[in-house]
């Protein structure tokens, strides 16, 4: 963390292990858009996945209520 960051005084910051993506959002939403809409494909061509990949991602953003429940992390709730 840069020390010059300024942290105000109602944010608590949770510092993460390293190599842990299970604990990263991100991360869970690429697994989540790989096990749903991305995996046992052939893809013909690059620009074949990225249509693939732009489609899992729109179909994804449509759908905020599962972002957000695949984000949620209860141990960063509890006090």
């Not at 046992?40 to 899992?56: G, M, P, Q, V």
Request: with cysteine.
């Amino acid at each position: 963390m840069s020390a010059r960051l300024r942290v105000p005084s109602n944010i608590t910051l949770l510092a993460l292990p390293p190599k842990c993506p299970e604990l990263n959002p991100a991360e869970n939403l690429w697994q989540f858009m790989r096990d749903n809409w991305l995996s046992n494909r052939i893809f013909k061509s690059y620009e074949d996945i990225l249509d693939h990949c732009c489609f899992a991602w729109n179909k994804l953003v449509a759908q905020p209520w599962r972002i957000m429940s695949i984000g949620l992390r209860d141990w960063a709730h509890a006090s």
